[in-house]
C-alpha cells in the first residue's frame, strides 16, 4: 500500500483541539463521572500532539485525543492496557474510566492512573547502556504476550507493525525533494534494503512509538512506557528507532544484543527511523529537524559502517514535502 493509499483519516482536528482546555475537562468530569467532579485539573507540563492530557487530582489523568485519527485508538488502550500490563516488567498506564463524547466535544476520552517520572533525556539517564538494556527487555516482553486477538496494523497504529512500504512513495518524494543535500545513492540504498528485509514471522505486540518522550525515567533508571495509541501485533521493527534517536556507539549495540532481532528486522528498523528522519527534516521547530540531521546521520554512518566524508544537512531555505498522513506521535505525558 502507498502513503497516497492511506484512508483519509485526520490527524488533528484544528478546531476541536483549540476548545480543549481545563474548563471542558471540569464538564466531562462533573457530567460523567461525578464522584470525581470536585477533583482539581490542570494541565501537565509536557503537552502532547495527538492527545492533550490533564491531572485529575494528584493521582490522576485525563487524556482527550486532539483529532478522529487518534480517537480510533481509545478503545484498543481500555482493552489492552490492562492485559499488556500484568505481563511487563516496567510500568505502562491503567486506564481508569472510559469517557464518551460530550460537552461539545466529539470523541472518547480516558482517564488514566497517573505515572511519576520524567520523559527521557540523556542527563537523567545513569547509565544509558543499562537504560538501552533495560529499554531491551521489555520490548522483548512486550513481543513475549500471547498475540492472539490483539489489533492487526492499521490505521490506529498509523501502519507501524505493517509494511514499510505503506511509505514507500513519501520516502522516495522526500529523497528527491531533499536530493541537494543528501547523498542520495547512500540513502536510497538504506531504504532499499529495508523494504528488502521482508518480516516472515508471526506477528507479535509492538508499542508502535518508542520514543524518549514516551519513556519515563526515576532514579536515573526506565520506570515506565507510556502512550499506547501505535501499539498493535504485527512486525515489532518499529520499536528499534529509539537505536538511533537516543542510544549511541556501547548503549546501541547493547541494546541490540539485549533486543535478540535478527539483522533483517534491524535493516527495517533503520527504515523506519529514516523514513521519519526525512520526512521531519522541513520540521518548522528547529530543534526537530535539528533531530532529523542527527538521526540522519547516525543512519548513514551505521549502514555505511564508515564515517561519512560529507552530509550536508545544514539548514538552507525548506523544501516542503508533500506527506499523506505523517502521524507525527508526540508524548502526551503519563
Not at 529537524?289 to 546521520?297: I, K, P, S, W
Request: glycine share 10%; hydrophobic share 45%; with cysteine.
Amino acid at each position: 500500500m502507498d502513503a497516497q493509499d492511506l484512508p483519509d483519516v485526520p490527524d488533528t482536528d484544528e478546531a476541536v483541539a483549540g476548545r480543549i482546555d481545563e474548563a471542558l475537562v471540569r464538564r466531562l468530569v462533573a457530567d460523567q463521572f461525578p464522584h470525581w467532579a470536585e477533583l482539581p485539573v490542570r494541565a501537565v507540563e509536557v503537552g502532547g500532539w495527538d492527545n492533550r492530557t490533564f491531572h485529575l487530582g494528584d493521582a490522576m489523568t485525563v487524556r482527550l485525543p486532539s483529532g478522529a485519527g487518534y480517537a480510533i485508538q481509545v478503545a484498543k488502550e481500555q482493552r489492552w492496557l490492562p492485559v499488556l500490563g500484568e505481563r511487563l516488567p516496567r510500568e505502562v498506564p491503567t486506564p481508569l474510566a472510559h469517557g464518551r463524547a460530550g460537552a461539545g466535544y466529539p470523541y472518547p476520552w480516558s482517564v488514566y492512573r497517573w505515572i511519576g517520572g520524567r520523559t527521557a533525556r540523556p542527563e537523567r539517564i545513569d547509565d544509558l547502556t543499562r537504560f538501552a538494556t533495560d529499554l531491551a527487555g521489555f520490548l522483548r516482553a512486550l513481543r513475549g504476550v500471547d498475540a492472539t486477538g490483539g489489533p492487526a496494523a492499521g490505521p490506529h497504529s498509523a501502519w507501524r507493525g505493517g509494511p514499510l512500504a505503506t511509505y514507500d512513495a513519501e520516502t522516495r518524494a522526500a529523497i528527491g525533494a531533499h536530493r541537494d543535500r543528501l547523498p542520495v545513492d547512500a540513502v536510497t540504498a538504506m531504504w532499499q534494503a529495508a523494504l528488502d528485509a521482508n518480516w516472515a514471522g508471526p506477528p507479535v505486540w509492538f508499542h508502535g512509538d518508542v520514543a524518549a518522550g514516551n519513556l519515563l525515567v526515576r532514579g536515573g533508571r526506565l520506570a515506565a512506557v507510556i502512550d499506547f495509541g501505535c501499539c498493535g501485533v504485527g512486525d515489532p521493527a518499529c520499536d528499534t528507532v529509539i537505536a538511533w534517536t537516543l542510544l549511541h556507539g556501547p548503549s546501541r549495540a547493547a541494546f541490540h544484543d539485549a533486543l535478540d532481532v535478527d539483522s533483517a528486522t534491524w535493516a527495517r528498523g533503520r527504515g523506519w527511523a529514516l523514513w521519519k528522519a526525512l520526512i521531519s527534516l522541513d520540521n518548522p521547530e528547529p530543534a526537530k529537524a535539528a533531530e532529523a540531521r542527527h538521526v540522519l546521520g547516525q543512519l548513514l554512518a551505521e549502514h555505511t559502517e564508515r564515517p561519512l566524508r560529507r552530509v550536508d544537512l545544514a539548514a538552507r531555505a525548506p523544501k516542503r514535502v508533500a506527506a499523506a498522513h505523517r502521524a507525527q506521535q508526540e508524548p502526551a505525558g503519563g
